[in-house]
């Protein structure tokens, strides 16, 4: 996916293509996005939080899917979105940006987004959302979670 002709003669090199492929999509979103294109790192903080013995940092390339619609179940909300990747893997944005086309013309995404920060955790596979919202509103209760917390402790 490009904005624009790669061909156009007055963008010669990389950096010019991308960056005014940038200034587009922030035409077209009304937002800035040069936060998300900085090379500049807290390594202190992310050597804290993101990375054990870290030697310092590198730039990945970003490419950017889209667009997909988003459902968003809980809030009754709909939106469209594009998916900002990093990658160094040859094709995988224009694979990605096929997969989400093709969910678009399905309608788009239902999607329900729970904001719990978690290290581990089981997996559990459902037949879809509703199957999956069903089983975390059964784990929420305080039954379950008494039962729950019987077996954990006990080990």
């Not at 202190?44 to 889209?66: D, K, T």
Request: charged share 20%.
């Amino acid at each position: 996916m490009s904005f624009f002709s790669k061909n156009d003669p007055q963008l010669t090199d990389t950096a010019a293509i991308t960056l005014r492929q940038r200034q587009l999509l922030e035409q077209w979103k009304e937002d800035d996005l040069s936060h998300l294109f900085t090379v500049d790192r807290d390594l202190a903080a992310a050597n804290q939080r993101n990375c054990e013995n870290m030697i310092g940092a590198v730039s990945v390339p970003v490419g950017l899917a889209g667009p997909i619609m988003i459902h968003d179940q809980e809030r009754n909300l709909s939106q469209e979105y594009f998916v900002p990747l990093a990658t160094t893997e040859g094709a995988l944005v224009a694979s990605v940006s096929r997969g989400l086309k093709a969910i678009g013309q399905a309608q788009g995404a239902n999607v329900w987004v729970e904001q719990i920060g978690m290290t581990r955790a089981p997996v559990f596979a459902f037949a879809d959302g509703h199957a999956a919202r069903k089983f975390v509103r059964f784990l929420q209760t305080t039954d379950t979670q008494a039962k729950i917390a019987t077996v954990t402790e006990a080990t």
